[in-house]
């Protein structure tokens, strides 16, 4: 579900009346959270039952309830720390999801190299994921990255409806790995915070 800070700011002007108005009708954040998750494993299981296209298709849709949620949460006084972790939580899951469904349907159409990249994408998107939240824990500020999971969405759900699986994880492997190096950058160029006492 697409959450970073860039994708929230840069629809803002439409995310908020539109979370403003669902507010008002009785939506929560939750629901919205639950249906884009419905709708990531529907495309993860399209995926990996040989409907690539319309599961691109439903993963790109999977994401516009995330768009929405925080919007919600904020306009109904709701916002939550539980609520923002469940959202991150549901994040992971929704891209396990889809790129389950292609290692799938990469190994039982005997595409090996399809199949490896999905494994390798579905590691390092754990990690960009795993980087930011340490960071964070840490106090340190760690928004930044080329492929945070909303560019990651697009990219392979578009790569999904054209057909261009291949080429579309060879895009998010490249910019992952860039996204883990400039988050390490950007904690390692703020003030030391103090030692890790978990360390």
Request: with cysteine.
């Amino acid at each position: 579900m697409l959450s970073s800070n860039k994708a929230r700011n840069s629809f803002r002007h439409v995310t908020e009346p539109a979370g403003n108005a669902l507010a008002k009708a009785g939506v929560t954040a939750n629901s919205l959270t639950a249906i884009g998750l419905a709708g990531s494993l529907g495309a993860g299981a399209l995926i990996a039952t040989g409907h690539d296209r319309v599961g691109g298709v439903v993963s790109l849709l999977s994401g516009l309830p995330d768009m929405l949620d925080g919007a919600v949460a904020k306009a109904s006084g709701r916002a939550s720390r539980r609520g923002a972790f469940l959202d991150s939580v549901v994040d992971r899951l929704s891209d396990a999801a889809v790129l389950t469904g292609i290692l799938w349907l990469a190994t039982l159409r005997h595409m090996p190299r399809v199949a490896v990249l999905a494994a390798l994408v579905m590691g390092l998107s754990l990690i960009v994921s795993y980087v930011k939240a340490r960071a964070e824990s840490l106090g340190y500020e760690c928004n930044a990255g080329i492929a945070e999971r909303p560019e990651r969405v697009i990219v392979l759900g578009v790569a999904l409806i054209f057909g261009h699986v291949l080429a579309g994880l060879w895009v998010l492997a490249v910019f992952t790995v860039i996204t883990v190096l400039q988050r390490i950058l950007r904690v390692w160029q703020q003030p030391e915070l103090g030692p890790d006492i978990g360390r």
